[in-house]
C-alpha cells in the first residue's frame, strides 16, 4: 500500500484486524482518516463485500477526505463513505421514506450556496441591510428553524 504516513504499530494492529465491527474515536489530526481508509483497502484486498462495509465520519468534510484517499488507490471503491446524516439520507431514499431528490446541506454547504446566489446577482448582505456576516447568517437561520420546530433550549 503507499503510505501517506508510516502507521504505528497500534495502527497498523487495527488496520490488519480480520473480525468484528469496529469504532476508532481519537481527537483531531491523529490519523483516523489515514488508518480508516488503509484499514477499509485492506480489508476489501481480502475478500470482505464493499456492500458489508460502512464507514460512517462525523462531518462532510472528513467523509469527502476519507473517500478521496481511498479512490486514489481504489477509484473504482464502492463503500459506503459519509457521514451519519447522509447515511440516514440514503437509507430513507433507498427505502422510498422520502423523494429521492431530497438533498441535506450542512451549515458550510449553505453557506457556500448562499455566497454562490449573491456572487451571482452581483449582491452583498449590505444590499439586504444586513451587516453581519455569511456565517452569522447561516447559524441564524438554523437558530429560527429550531426555534419554529420548539427545539429545546
Known amino acids: 500500500m503507499d503510505n501517506k504516513i508510516v502507521l504505528s504499530k497500534e495502527q497498523s494492529k ?3 484486524l480480520t473480525k468484528g465491527k469496529h469504532l476508532v474515536l481519537a481527537p483531531p489530526g491523529t490519523g483516523k482518516t489515514e488508518l480508516l481508509s488503509h484499514r477499509i483497502l485492506y480489508a476489501l484486498q481480502n475478500g470482505v463485500k464493499a456492500e458489508e ?3 460512517l465520519t462525523f462531518t462532510n468534510r ?3 477526505a476519507m473517500k478521496e484517499r481511498i479512490e486514489q488507490k481504489d477509484p473504482d471503491c464502492k463503500v459506503f463513505v ?10 430513507l431514499r433507498k427505502n422510498k421514506l422520502i423523494p429521492q431528490e431530497t ?3 450542512d451549515e458550510e454547504d449553505t453557506a457556500v450556496l448562499i455566497q454562490e446566489i449573491l456572487q ?3 449582491l452583498t448582505l449590505a444590499h439586504f441591510g ?9 447559524r441564524l437561520n438554523s437558530f429560527i ?6 427545539f429545546p433550549e
Do not use: P, R
Open 14 to 16: 487495527l488496520v490488519h
Open 53 to 55: 462495509m460502512v464507514c
Open 62 to 64: 472528513a467523509a469527502k
Open 82 to 91: 459519509g457521514n451519519i446524516h447522509t447515511f440516514c439520507l440514503s437509507f
Open 103 to 105: 438533498v441535506l446541506l
Open 120 to 122: 451571482e446577482k452581483k
Open 130 to 138: 444586513l451587516n453581519f456576516k455569511l456565517d452569522d447568517l447561516v
Open 145 to 150: 428553524k429550531q426555534t419554529k420546530l420548539q
